[in-house]
Nanobody, 120 residues
Framework: QVQLVESGGGLVQPGGSLRLSCAASGSIFKINNMAWYRQAPEKQRELVAGITSDGVTNYVDSVKARFSISRDNAKNTVYLQMNSLKPEDTAVYYC??????????????WGQGTQVTVSS
């Protein structure tokens, strides 16, 4: 069993910053790709940013140059630094991890979500 626990969401004014964290725990041998998704009300969940085990990153166009994804492999944690936040960034943010367990079973795991609200 693998658990993902997210933290760092909240209310911020436009132009502000937040840093999200997502820590994985449990039976972990290796974590492959990690990613952040978001889902706004009445919209589909979308990929925001992803990072491979080697640190290669990708971003949706709407957040490029504002958001930065990183990971600490020793802590099994992925981060999302969000700067210059806009009201349209308001959503529930979810982390996703591709995990190989100690008994070499691969699974896709999701966090419970953390609310980010950008409003004045």
């Amino acid at each position: 069993q693998v658990q993902l626990v997210e933290s760092g969401g909240g209310l911020v004014q436009p132009g502000g910053s937040l840093r999200l964290s997502c820590a994985a725990s449990g039976s972990i041998f290796k974590i492959n790709n990690m990613a952040w998704y978001r889902q706004a009300p009445e919209k589909q969940r979308e990929l925001v940013a992803g990072i491979t085990s080697d640190g290669v990153t990708n971003y949706v166009d709407s957040v490029k140059a504002r958001f930065s994804i990183s990971r600490d492999n020793a802590k099994n944690t992925v981060y999302l630094q969000m700067n210059s936040l806009k009201p349209e960034d308001t959503a529930v943010y979810y982390c996703k991890s591709d995990v190989v367990s100690r008994n070499l079973v691969r699974s896709i795991n999701w966090g419970q979500g953390t609310q980010v609200t950008v409003s004045s």
